[in-house]
Every structure is written in structure tokens, then in C-alpha cells.
């Protein structure tokens, strides 16, 4: 008896082996619970491939949460790294005072108001990896850019990639890790050796965030005098946009 053909799978499908959905579950934006509050969601992402694991404060945490901050209106990212920390960015747009400079430019009084101090300041980054139909739509659950429209990557025929959307805008994003000496790295060489240490989870990625969005914006404040000059305790360096600008 000769076998039945079995049906070919349709083009682009994908088949989700995590029990958490890797995009948003719907269209409209969501409410996520951080901290004690909760913010509404235009991105969440759950990366399996940075997931850490075994059990651990990691278990009901998305990989990427995008907001719109609302007292300040500035853009604010939790991103997961390879290593499994958690990493945390606000964007500015081009009128405020550090737009451009680079995360060792930024005056101390300013980077050292995060964690760690900031170690990351770059242009956005467009997905620029999801332009073709059958390429990679899923890059931008690993970006640091634009976060004012809510989109699902289900269908690859279908994809509309961050820079279709955002070319003629832009944001410099500036950010810290949670990766430094006395931080519980949940995919480090030996997690054992230092059992003291602390893993950053997302209630206090969400508070530096909140604190450093509230700083920007009264230093983008402070600098909107009515000579245009920027306060002269900051001493800001010239910015250096080569590295990182798309």
C-alpha cells in the first residue's frame, strides 16, 4: 500500500516551541505589570534564546518591554542581553542637550545616575535585517529604536521593518547594563563563585529607567534657556556621532 503524501507545511510558517509567545499577543498595545505599577506596552518580546535557565526572578519576565514614559514622553527599553542581564535604555530626540554623544562623552554627574554608569550611547537601530519578506522579521525583539508603534511579526510575507516607518525620524539612545562587579550574571562562566551577588531583575531595571528619563528631562529643560546656551556646570564635550550612527 503505498503511503500518503504528507501536506507541505505553507511557506515562512513557524512553529512556536516556547510557551511564551515571542511577539505581542495582539495588535494594541498592552498592560504590563513592572515594579508596582504597570506601563503600557507598545513592544513585548520573550527571547527564548536569552531566556536563563533553570528557576530564578527571570521565570515571568519578557525579554524586551517598550513604553512610552508618560511624564516624560520619552521612548524607554528593557532588553535582555546574551548573558542574561537585563539592560535599560531612554531615547532623546535631536533638540536635547546630549543627542549625539557618545556613553564615556556624557558629563559623569549624568552617567553616573544609572547603574553602573552608561555604557551605551548610539543612533537607532533600524531593523534593518527584517527588509526582505523571507529574511529575519524577528531582529527587533533584539533592537534598541523606535518604540511609538505597535506591531506583531507573524506573517513574513506581510513584515514592515522599523526603518520603513522611522527613516525620516530619530532617536540617540543612551543606556547601562546590569553586568558590573556585584551583579548576578544568570549565564556567567561560574555562578557559583559568587553567591552574594544580585541579580537586577526588571522592577529595578524599570526604576533607573523611570530616574534617568526624569534626569534627561530636566537637563533637556534646563538647556531650553531663553540665549539657547546649555548650563555651564554641565561642561558638555562636543558629541561624537561616528560611532554607532546607522
Not at 7 to 36: C, H, N, W
Not at 49 to 55: A, E, T, V, W, Y
Not at 103 to 114: G, M
Not at 210 to 223: D, K, N, T, V
Request: glycine share 8%.
Amino acid at each position: 500500500m503505498a503511503k500518503k503524501p504528507t501536506k507541505p507545511q505553507a511557506r515562512g510558517k513557524q512553529i512556536t516551541k516556547s510557551e511564551l509567545p515571542e511577539g505581542l499577543v495582539s495588535l494594541a498595545p498592552v498592560t504590563y505589570p513592572v515594579a508596582d505599577t504597570a506601563v503600557t506596552a507598545l513592544q513585548v518580546w520573550h527571547n527564548p534564546d536569552r531566556k536563563p535557565s533553570g528557576d530564578g526572578p527571570w521565570n515571568d519576565e519578557a525579554d524586551k518591554v517598550a513604553w512610552v514614559d508618560k511624564e516624560t514622553g520619552l521612548g524607554c527599553i528593557i532588553l535582555r542581553q546574551e548573558n542574561g542581564t537585563l539592560s535599560g535604555y531612554v531615547g532623546v530626540d535631536p533638540s536635547h542637550p546630549l543627542f549625539g554623544f557618545d556613553a564615556e562623552a556624557v558629563p559623569l554627574e549624568i552617567s553616573n545616575s544609572v547603574h553602573g554608569g552608561l555604557t551605551y550611547g548610539k543612533a537607532c537601530e533600524v531593523n534593518r535585517f527584517a527588509l526582505e519578506a523571507y529574511g529575519d522579521p524577528w531582529t527587533e525583539r533584539y533592537t534598541v529604536c523606535h518604540v511609538t508603534v505597535t506591531r506583531i511579526k507573524r506573517n513574513y510575507r506581510t513584515v514592515q521593518a522599523t526603518k520603513d516607518e522611522f527613516e525620516h525620524e530619530d532617536l540617540w539612545w543612551l543606556g547601562f547594563d546590569t553586568d558590573h562587579i556585584g551583579d548576578f550574571v544568570p549565564k556567567g562562566y561560574d555562578r557559583s563563585s559568587r553567591k552574594d551577588d544580585v541579580y537586577r531583575d526588571q522592577a529595578y531595571v524599570y526604576g533607573q529607567i523611570i530616574a534617568f528619563a526624569r534626569a534627561l528631562e530636566e537637563l533637556g529643560g534646563a538647556s531650553s534657556s531663553p540665549t539657547g546656551d546649555t548650563p555651564e556646570t554641565l561642561q558638555l564635550p562636543p558629541p561624537n556621532r561616528q560611532n554607532g550612527a546607522d
